[in-house]
């Protein structure tokens, strides 16, 4: 059967009162990039439909010392702003010109695996994310919204509306290896945020994409790198801790024993790159 | 001569080029007819199975649906897409029967007024299925116990009482005892899918005059046409096919596989009747490339000449002909590659799993081959200490020589083709191999 | 279920439809409004047969709900392109043989025509990256990508003339 309804709330309040009303059954879309696909080809056929385009949620904006991202803001607009070069240049990365202008920051953190690549320089920025349910609003680290193999935290009366990173400044390193240039999913994803005091590393943040079930932090790398100063030994340590504690796995793209060595690979040229 | 026909020597637009850049150039799915039914088919959900029973009750009563076609409803319902150029047995059908032998089979059509309804009853109709063992290698098929696909009791294609194409040429298991080294190889490719941007898709119109008029971006008008009026059982004169735009082909959409359906439901239903493949329909079911298991072993002598090899290959022909035992012909003619070799045995076998019906694509039986031989020549130059360059030249084939398969060679040119290709890479070839030619060798005569 | 009207721009007109809910923006061009260019290649938003110009952003038709277009300007390669072919992109694919089937060209000359609005002298990367989402399996890319940059430069040539 077709859709009967497609439901297009003006604002969260709204959003999360169709959801509430409608429940699980209610198909929630942001860009359609992922939803999309399996109502044409009949693989999902809901009987209604929310848009989460006109809520409210899409700009991205300075707010003091952080950059508010609504979930529901595209990926070229995240390509757009300067405040945060790393998300720019994962938004680069990220599909093609024609599904940026479509796709949503908030709906890469549900892209099915090997996953979403802004997820991955999000999680290196530290970002935290905003959940509206009808019980009010909570806000949590990112690194504590991923609980696994396409599961997160969010309740199936909630949404995620908003997503901030601290804009103050660091040295950021993103590389994206995929078998094409461009518009194709990640063998693996690296990104990585650093803070360097008197040429020792202070803060070290290592996120990896299509290394795990969800992106994950490699916090033995960090731990490798903090309060260290940035040479072949560090940088080939960091490296080697992050492929050993990395979880990927196989699939049509590449096969685990692949990206567990790339990812050593790359860290090292991320780090390199610094 | 009026100066419109002189156009040797001139750059002259494509005919097509104006609809092309406009958007104007009418591919198959373009055409808007009214009352257009779309069609669809239900699909074996598994790779080898007995069909104990279809239950279209619940589909049935899916607003929109219009029929559903079963193979009781095909007056010809077996084709073998060669049986028009005499190659035996028929033995695809188009609508299953009571077997199954590839995940992706068609076992019903189902014709609705929306596509929409046409995937909804598509969803409803309940398959009875008893799985049966599948095979999915070649040499795995050829074991004895495997699982057999074919109706006639074994897993291969048959030559003229043969399981393979053979050629014998010489004697190479006296050379391999002369040879001065033996160089063997295993190759193996995948199957590949030819992926046009334009699905395939047929659409038929029933006109006024009980002719019916079938768009289709078929790359083979004749072949379609021929196809489907066998299977439907009414004279050619009946049909009026109309294609030539294609929106991407590469032998991928020679296979005869929508306008017999498309045809047959607007003959049941007087409706125009669309039958267009979805993207994942024509990743996963419609015909690839073969993929090919190649072993070949070469006797060589110290100085580079090759004077024996043998070659086995296993095409995965998939559950069905298609084009496959054709292209197994092409290969065997070819398996020796462009080289004056004095022993040869080929040993092509066209093996039946119950992978995906493999069919047409650019250079089919060929492409594999030379992948294989050139690797070979370069394994020999490695052994025997030579360039790659030299090797070929050594054992090159000249106008005159004998072919394995018993036919002379004319018009040889890679001799010719080396030497530019060394003249554009800027690589220098000594004055032996700069100034040879494929003219017929002073010893043999022409 | 109940029929809704959507209202939009195409080209120079405005237009009405009358849809059921969520049919997307490919199928109303395709299939009532004549807007055949828009091609039908995959409907995952993979192949970028589909796209089109949505207030001057390329998008892909086939995973756009029509109401999302509700009030927007939308073009085709039949509403951005001239019939005659006579725009120095049309003129540039046709010399530089950027196409052999022709299906993947509507997409390649829209988001090309994006562009070169945005970017009248593009690098050869950015075109590369800016065409990421047109799959072309006959012509491998590079007569397309020539085809391009022969364009800037008539373009830019052209503007030059006009001064």
Not at chain 2, 52 to 70: I, N
Request: with cysteine.
């Amino acid at each position: 059967m077709s859709v009967r309804e497609y439901l297009m709330p003006r604002s969260v309040p709204e959003a999360v009162g169709l959801l509430e009303r409608h429940g699980p059954e209610l198909l929630v879309m942001a860009g359609g990039t992922v939803a999309m696909p399996l109502i044409n080809e009949g693989i999902s056929l809901p009987e209604r439909v929310m848009s989460l385009r006109h809520a409210g949620m899409d700009r991205v904006e300075r707010r003091g010392d952080v950059l508010a991202i609504g979930a529901a803001a595209t990926l070229s607009r995240l390509l757009a702003q300067d405040a945060v070069p790393l998300l720019s240049e994962a938004a680069r990365h990220t599909a093609s010109w024609s599904i940026r202008n479509m796709g949503t920051v908030g709906g890469n953190l549900f892209t099915p695996p090997p996953g979403g690549d802004v997820a991955v320089a999000l999680l290196a920025l530290d970002a935290r994310v905003r959940l509206a349910g009808p019980r009010g609003e909570r806000d949590l680290p990112l690194a504590d919204f991923f609980t696994g193999f396409m599961t997160t935290v969010l309740a199936s009366d909630e949404l995620l509306v908003e997503i901030t990173v601290p804009t103050a400044a660091r040295e950021t390193a993103f590389i994206k290896y995929g078998r094409k240039h461009a518009n194709t999913p990640a063998v693996v994803t690296v990104a990585m945020a650093l803070e360097r005091r008197g040429g020792r590393v202070g803060v070290a943040r290592l996120a990896l994409g299509a290394a795990g079930p969800h992106p994950i932090r490699a916090t033995n790398a960090e731990a490798a790198l903090t309060g260290a100063i940035l040479d072949a030994t560090t940088i080939g340590r960091a490296a080697q801790a992050a492929a050993a504690e990395c979880q990927p796995f196989t699939d049509g793209i590449a096969t685990e024993w692949y990206r567990r060595r790339m990812v050593g690979v790359f860290v090292r040229r991320a780090l390199e790159s610094l | 001569m009026s100066p419109a026909r002189h156009v040797v020597g001139r750059s002259v637009a494509r005919s097509d080029a104006l609809g092309h850049v406009t958007g104007r150039t009418v591919f198959t799915t373009d055409r808007a007819f009214p009352g257009l039914l779309h069609l669809k088919v239900v699909r074996s959900p598994v790779h080898h199975a007995r069909i104990r029973g279809v239950d279209l009750s619940e589909a049935e009563r899916v607003p929109g649906f219009v029929r559903a076609l079963t193979h009781a409803d095909v007056p010809h319902n077996v084709y073998t897409i060669l049986g028009l150029i005499g190659v035996e047995p028929e033995e695809e059908f188009v609508l299953a029967v009571d077997r199954v032998r590839y995940k992706g089979e068609p076992i019903v059509a189902i014709v609705a007024e929306s596509e929409q309804a046409a995937l909804d009853a598509v969803a409803r109709v309940k398959l009875d299925l008893l799985e049966l063992p599948a095979v999915f290698d070649v040499e795995e098929a050829l074991k004895p116990g495997a699982p057999i696909v074919t109706h006639w009791g074994n897993n291969t294609f048959m030559y003229e009482g043969h399981p393979c194409r053979r050629v014998r040429f010489g004697d190479v298991e006296a050379a391999f005892a002369q040879a001065d080294h033996i160089v063997e190889g295993r190759y193996d490719t995948k199957p590949i899918e030819h992926a046009p941007t334009e699905t395939t898709a047929a659409i038929a119109v029933p006109e006024a005059n009980g002719r019916f008029t079938v768009y289709t971006n078929t790359q083979a008008l004749y072949f379609s046409l021929d196809n489907t009026s066998i299977i439907l059982q009414v004279p050619g004169n009946q049909l009026h096919f109309v294609g030539g735009t294609v929106g991407g082909g590469f032998g991928g959409k020679v296979d005869v596989i929508v306008e017999p359906l498309a045809t047959l439901a607007a003959m049941k239903t007087n409706r125009p009747v669309k039958y267009a493949f979805s993207r994942q329909e024509e990743m996963q079911v419609s015909s690839t490339r073969s993929a090919w298991r190649i072993y070949m072993k070469d006797g060589v002598m110290a100085d580079g000449r090759l004077i024996a090899r043998k070659v086995t290959s296993y095409a995965d022909s998939g559950a069905y002909s298609r084009q496959t035992p054709y292209a197994l012909t092409k290969h065997a003619a070819n398996a020796a590659g462009p080289y004056a070799i004095p022993n040869v045995s080929i040993d092509a076998y066209c093996v039946f799993t119950n992978r995906q019906p493999t069919s047409a694509m650019r250079g089919f039986g060929i492409t594999m081959a030379s992948f294989a031989l050139e690797v070979q020549m370069d394994k020999i130059a490695e052994v025997v200490g030579l360039d790659p360059w030299a090797v070929r030249f050594i054992n090159a084939y000249h106008n005159g020589d004998m072919k394995p398969h018993r036919k002379l060679v004319e018009d040889a040119t890679l001799i010719e083709t080396m030497q530019a290709a060394a003249r554009l890479v800027g690589h220098e070839l000594p004055d032996a191999f700069r100034t040879m030619t494929s003219d017929p060798r002073p010893d043999r005569g022409a | 279920m109940a029929s809704t009207i959507v209202t939009f721009q195409l080209g120079e007109r405005e237009v009405e439809v009358m849809v059921k809910p969520m049919t997307t923006l490919q199928a109303v061009l395709r299939y009532q409004l004549g807007q055949t260019a828009v091609k039908e290649g995959c409907r995952q938003g993979g192949c970028g047969s589909c796209t089109v110009l949505v207030d001057g952003e390329p998008m892909m038709s086939c995973l756009l709900p029509i109401e999302e277009v509700a009030g927007r300007h939308v073009d085709t390669l039949q509403t951005a392109l001239p019939a005659d072919a006579a725009d120095p992109l049309q003129q540039a694919f046709i010399a530089e043989g950027a196409f052999q089937c022709g299906y993947c060209t509507p997409g390649m000359l829209l988001v090309a025509r994006a562009l070169l609005d945005r970017d009248p002298h593009p690098t050869r990367d950015a075109i590369i990256d800016a065409l990421a989402g047109n799959v072309c399996r006959c012509t491998g890319y590079t007569p397309i990508v020539a085809a391009v940059e022969a364009a800037a430069r008539a373009r830019g040539d052209r503007d030059e003339r006009g001064r």
